[in-house]
């Protein structure tokens, strides 16, 4: 019971400049385990690849070595089972277990930030297998120095080994990536279907094959060969959802520009006035125009707990009742955003 998904092999993963450097150090970390990097820390935005990544190894890992116990979870399974393990009073056996895998794949390390007892509990572990000489691949959404809430001391334990960024896919990777979907789904995309699918969704990867599953859907039903005007027409609400919906990143480069102050400022730890303020603007125009949560708005927010953009939120709602500035500005950066 190793929880690896057979078909995230390295065969199946598309290699580009945006994840070059992930795939070179994943691969050197299943021929040599425990020997080359330890840990190999992956990060980067949603939907790029780490998951896979990561299972690649671990199949490649079993594949060579069919007895080795690998280990892969989610941190929020990892957290879970030592609740659990508390509770039960079995906290050794919880030990015992994580300490005798061969490689453990621990994905989204960020849920580890502001769960004292886990990382206390992870850091021992982490020792132990580093010790042992056993590999570790760590994955998280963002460079581990920026996880608020996450010990010092497991910040620097991460970058032990060599800590690696998997970035947004490029157009030309994006193509190959729909291709070799296709391939593999036994279909004929014409290269110009692609270019159209792969020009329109830039986002990441996983809304990359969520077209394709549209596209493929739509061709089975009207038994349609596929086209660009197939292409087209299935993909017509989704693109024009996406070109309704006001990105996170339009709304800051916006709320920035009107208030001549840098994007980065929104998202930094400066909190005086001239910064702070156009930050709840920018967020409570953020849960105003866009249907992400709370929690997806303060992270968009260099990191920010969900609580800082609910105040942000009721601070702007007030403001715009009892001050005409902020009254003003809010309407009119509502009117840039929306028209
Ligand atoms: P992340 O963990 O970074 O959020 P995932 O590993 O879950 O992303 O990837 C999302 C989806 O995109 C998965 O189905 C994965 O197989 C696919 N995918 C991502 N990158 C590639 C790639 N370079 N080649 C092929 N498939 C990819
Ligand atoms: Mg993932």
């Known amino acids: 019971q190793h929880n690896l998904v057979s078909n995230y092999t390295f065969s199946n993963f598309v290699e580009g400049k945006s994840n070059q450097l992930a795939l070179a150090a994943a691969n050197q970390v299943s021929e040599n385990p425990g020997g080359a990097y330890n840990p190999l820390f992956l990060y980067g935005g949603v939907g790029l690849g780490k ?27 990892f957290v879970a089972d030592m609740v659990k393990a508390l509770q039960l009073n079995a906290i050794a056996d919880f030990k015992r277990y994580y300490r005798s895998v061969d490689a453990l794949l621990i994905d989204d390390i960020q849920f580890f ?12 572990t982490f020792n132990a297998l580093l010790e042992g000489g056993q590999q570790m ?4 959404d963002r ?34 990536i729909l291709m070799n979907k296709a391939t593999q789904a036994r279909l004929d ?20 094959e969520g077209a394709l599953k549209r596209v493929i ?20 609400d989704l693109l024009a959802l996406q070109d309704k919906q006001v990105s996170l990143d339009n709304i800051q480069r916006t709320v920035a520009e009107y208030y001549k102050i ?6 930094s730890r400066r909190r005086n006035r ?57 309407k009119n950066l509502l009117r840039l955003l929306t028209t």
């Open 51 to 77: 998951t896979h990544l990561m299972h690649a190894v671990g199949n490649a890992l079993k594949l060579n070595k069919p007895n080795a116990r690998i280990v892969y979870l989610h941190s929020e399974r």
């Open 113 to 124: 930030a502001k769960k004292d007892r886990s990382q206390e509990e992870f850091f021992h």
């Open 137 to 140: 691949i760590l994955t998280c």
């Open 143 to 176: 460079y581990p120095k920026e996880i608020d809430g996450l010990e010092e001391r497991l910040k620097s334990r991460f970058g032990w080994g060599l800590t690696v960024a998997v970035e947004p896919p490029d157009l030309e990777t994006r193509v190959a």
């Open 189 to 208: 995309l014409p290269p110009d279907a692609a270019f159209f699918i792969a020009q329109r969704i830039r986002s990441n990867v996983r809304e990359l």
């Open 217 to 236: 859907a739509s061709a089975n039903f009207t038994r349609r060969p596929i086209d660009v005007d197939l292409v087209k027409e299935s993909l017509k």
């Open 262 to 267: 840098k994007v980065a400022d929104l998202n």
């Open 274 to 330: 001239s910064v702070a303020r156009p930050r709840q603007v920018a967020m409570a125009l953020a849960k105003e125009l866009t249907n992400y949560s709370l929690p997806e708005i303060g992270d968009s927010f260099g990191g920010r707990d969900h609580t800082t953009v609910l105040h942000a939120c009721r601070k702007i709602r007030e403001l715009r009742e009892t001050s005409s500035d902020i009254h003003e500005d809010y």
